[in-house]
Structure formats: C-alpha cells, structure tokens
C-alpha cells in the first residue's frame, strides 16, 4: 500500500515534468533577437545589393535562410532558428561584399579605361580633351 505523501506528490512531480517541456519547446529572447538581426542584415544588403547581379545569388540564399528561421522560431525549434539565422546573416554579408567588389572592379575599369585613353593621346601628340 502507498502512502498519503506518495499520492500527493505526482500532481507536483507532473506539474514540474510539463513546466520543463515547456521550458524546452520555447524560444529564448537571445534567438528572438538573433533572427530579427539577421533580417535586419538581409534588409540592408537588399538595399546595397539593389537589382546588381554581384551578390545576387547570395542575397537569395539568406532570404531563404532567413525563411527557414523564421519557420523554426514558429515551430519553437531554437537551435535550427539560430543556425539559420547565423547562416542568413553571413549570406548578406557575403552579397554587399560581392556587390562592393563589383562595384570597386567596375570603377577601377573604368579609371584604367580613362588612363590608356590619357596615353593615346599624349603619344599622338593630340591635345588632352577636357571632360
């Protein structure tokens, strides 16, 4: 036979195993911010990327990261929230690098461009056209 205590104890023993599966199954505020971070981050790389084709696949993959972290912090899944969330960042990072780099390459072109111009003319002999 049990005793009196042993039966009022498994409401509190129950009450304590649910209030840890909650525990588990929430999000915390620190990956909450995570994500919103990493959605800040794609929202200004969308804006410095523009409609460039440099960085443009990697400003896709952090939008579907970003998707999939989303989804996880919905499903209380933390951990898949933060990897994603990391992995969107680090993609928009990487698209303004590209597009940073292209835009550099493009300018330093042109710059080359404008300096062989420059030498055309000085061995011809031709005036330096003014611009």
Known sequence: ??????RMGL?????IAAGVLVGCSSVSDVTRERVAR???SFQQAQQTVGRSE?????????KDNLDQAKMALDKKESQKAERYAQLAQLDAELAVSKSQ???????ADELTASIQQLRQ???RGMPVSEQ
């Open 121 to 123: 003319e000085v061995s």
């Open 1 to 6: 036979m049990r005793s009196p205590n042993f």
């Open 38 to 40: 990493s959605e800040q």
């Open 101 to 107: 780099s292209a835009a550099a390459r493009k300018a």
């Open 54 to 62: 440099a960085g443009a696949l990697e400003l896709q993959r952090a």
């Open 11 to 15: 409401p509190i023993v129950g009450l």
